[in-house]
């Protein structure tokens, strides 16, 4: 479905990817781990347009989407939760949600993702008319995710979807995308919590000062003794 071939990509003089390669098939959950300033977030804004690649190739579905423009990305049913959620505060939650529907011209269909989302995330629904900023902070995660989930991605990236909650949420927030993933929806997660994304993942990949050092199925990696010693605090 996904791959990256060679890409290269740069903030100013900062050589942040430098060259990966990495495929996704269509039903998988993958995930990409790494410490801090490793390239995980500049991959997936690479992938969205939001970060230009100097080198190298994006193919999504056999389209070549390398540096596209971010929302005829989105077009393509790629759909994006990113880091820090960046909900808008001020609008409520359906208008959050109906904001990741924009790509969508038939009523009866954004309708129903509406009733979708409220079916995988029943808080939302009972917030509909709250404004997103009053949420908490892993409500506002529902409803990030949900907002990327509006135009009915085949492809959904997740960047660090955990990131600053309450172990509640953490766990709930993983069941969650295992039941998306169920639903057809291929994943692409981008995660500090190592040991919970390689628990759900099919395959992974991680990532060092901008280079993939090692990949392969999720399970054989969480065994793996670097793996343990450098990301999921054992060994």
């Known amino acids: 479905m996904l791959e990256i071939k060679g890409l290269n990509t740069y903030y100013g003089h900062i050589h942040a990817l430098k060259g990966i390669d990495l495929q996704i098939a269509s039903g998988e959950i993958v995930s990409l781990i790494g410490s801090n300033g490793a ?16 080198r190298g190739k994006i193919i999504f579905e056999n389209d070549d989407i390398t540096n596209q423009p971010t929302h005829l990305i989105a077009r393509k049913k790629i759909g994006f939760s990113p880091e820090g959620r960046e909900v808008f505060p001020a609008l409520t939650v359906k208008e959050n949600l109906r904001l990741g529907a924009y790509p969508r011209k038939d009523k009866k269909a954004t ?51 955990s990131l600053g909650l309450a172990p509640n949420f953490v766990q709930m927030i993983f069941e969650l995308i295992q039941s998306i993933n169920k639903q057809g929806v291929t994943i692409l997660l981008i995660e500090q919590n190592a040991n919970m994304a390689l628990a759900i993942s099919d395959r992974a990949y991680v990532l060092e000062t901008g280079r993939v050092s090692m990949s392969g199925d999720a399970k054989q990696l969480a065994n793996d003794p670097r793996v343990k010693k450098a990301y999921l605090g054992l060994g």
């Open 39 to 54: 390239g995980k977030s500049t991959t997936v804004n690479s992938i969205m347009g939001l970060v230009p690649a100097q």
């Open 111 to 161: 309708e129903a993702a509406y009733e979708r989302i409220y079916d995988l995330f029943p808080r939302l629904k009972e917030r509909i008319t709250q404004t997103a900023g009053t949420l908490s902070g892993g409500e506002q995660q529902m409803l990030a995710i949900g907002r990327a989930l509006m135009n009915d991605p085949k492809l959904l990236l997740l960047d660090e979807p």
